[in-house]
């Protein structure tokens, strides 16, 4: 089997969105004087999708989520004439092609994402050929079914947070993340805003349920120094990148310093940068995005080292790239799981764009044992709505 076309397609969403309301969610620009608001840099309304063609008619989907048009560049001009006319079994070589041919400006970001939807579409080719799902090419099943938390909860409404917590929890979930709206430029009284949230949570569902709250990258260490021991008994199952992926000297003082298992690595890549992550005690939790680290060749790694490190792994968002990981490894001990919404952040649009992701049944969610590949199909129904760059 050799590997004949690579098509890269980036789907712009032009249809209606859902603006975001109040504080929404802290992140990265924050901190960072600004005339307009600064939430658009947490919006991603494009995705790229690849298609690998195989001279056996097998055709692998893969996506990338960060910056689409770049990586679909990246994906034309350097990863394709990789990869063409190779055997798609010869993965781990594939792959490092990919990664040492770019390595002089690529290692990281959007390269490294590039590279991951390539791998992606490899690995459903790999799956799809031999008949069985990836997650059975990856050691198989650890687990009856995954346990999913409930993903979405930003910061509106107190009463309206409340309300929705209350909703979902009714629908079986018993894990929730929600995302903290203030840091360290809104002071004092952003401290107290987000210490209501978190109350306002835990009286819904309770200390028998898990709470988790995010950051995504919105505070200095600083301020998460002063917030962190007034979080303590609230009792977080972790809180999420409380500082910038690239301060992991932050993240391991503040690793040490709290109770609060502090958690990471949606922004980090490949396998040299967990092994970083591990050795400085930086994370209790790994949340790499297959999508992102180097697609499952590099994801399967990372479970490996994290395995032996005793750190689990609960990669960012659901999505059927991860859960085929999430399934197969016994460090992965659930899964983030973002319900169907209109168009809001844009973790949806895998929804509008793909068809096969499980839906959650009460706080679970299954893989198919009989769906070859990564069980993922291009979905018709909201072609028009987007905007296809060939
Ligand atoms: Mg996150």
């Not at 990246?74 to 063409?84: F, K, Q, T």
């Not at 781990?92 to 390539?118: C, D, F, N, P």
């Not at 000297?249 to 040299?272: M, W």
């Not at 992701?357 to 299954?366: I, K, R």
């Amino acid at each position: 089997m050799k590997i004949k076309s690579v098509r890269a397609r980036v789907f712009e969403w032009k249809g209606k969105t859902v603006p975001p309301q109040g504080n929404f969610c802290s992140n990265a620009m924050d901190l960072v004087y600004s005339k307009t608001e600064t939430m658009s840099t947490f919006r991603f309304h494009s995705w790229t999708v690849v298609e690998i063609e195989t001279d056996s008619g097998i055709v692998g989907l893969g996506n990338v989520a960060l910056a689409p048009r770049i990586a679909k560049a990246i994906i034309d001009e350097y990863l394709a004439p990789l990869v063409i006319g190779q055997d798609p079994w010869d993965y781990e070589y594939l792959w490092q092609r990919m990664y040492r041919a770019t390595h002089a400006w690529g290692r990281k970001g959007v390269t490294m994402a590039a590279i991951s939807a390539v791998d992606l579409a490899i690995w459903d080719i790999l799956g799809k050929s031999v008949n069985k799902p990836v997650f059975k090419l990856l050691g198989g099943r650890t687990k009856e079914k995954i346990p999913c938390y409930y993903s979405k909860l930003y910061r509106t409404d107190i009463q309206e947070m409340q309300a929705e917590a209350e909703k979902y929890l009714k629908q079986g979930f018993t894990m929730f993340k929600s995302r903290f709206g203030y840091g360290p430029a809104h002071g004092t009284k952003g401290v107290a805003e987000n210490l209501k949230a978190v109350a306002a949570l835990r009286e819904v569902i309770g200390y028998d349920n898990d709470l988790m709250l995010e950051c995504y990258m919105g505070w200095n260490v600083e301020y998460a120094k002063r917030i962190l021991p007034k979080l303590e008994k609230f009792e977080p199952r972790w809180v999420e990148e409380p500082v910038i992926a690239d301060d992991i000297d932050g993240y391991a003082e503040l690793n040490q310093l709290t109770s609060i298992p502090i958690s990471g690595g949606e922004h980090e890549f490949s396998l040299y940068g967990f092994k970083q992550l591990l050795e400085r005690k930086a994370v209790s939790v790994v949340q790499y995005d297959t999508n992102r680290v180097g697609g499952i060749t590099a994801a399967h790694k990372i479970n490996a080292l994290c395995e032996a490190y005793s750190v689990p792994v609960i990669p960012h968002a659901g999505q059927m790239h991860n859960y085929h990981l999430t399934m197969s490894s016994l460090a992965s001990p659930m899964s983030e799981y973002f319900p169907m919404f209109d168009v809001e952040v844009g973790n949806e649009l895998f929804y509008y764009i793909f068809d096969g992701e499980p839906v959650a049944d009460n706080g679970f969610l299954q893989l198919d044992d009989d769906k070859p590949g990564l069980g993922l199909t291009l979905k018709t129904e909201f072609l028009d709505q987007f905007n296809i760059i060939e």
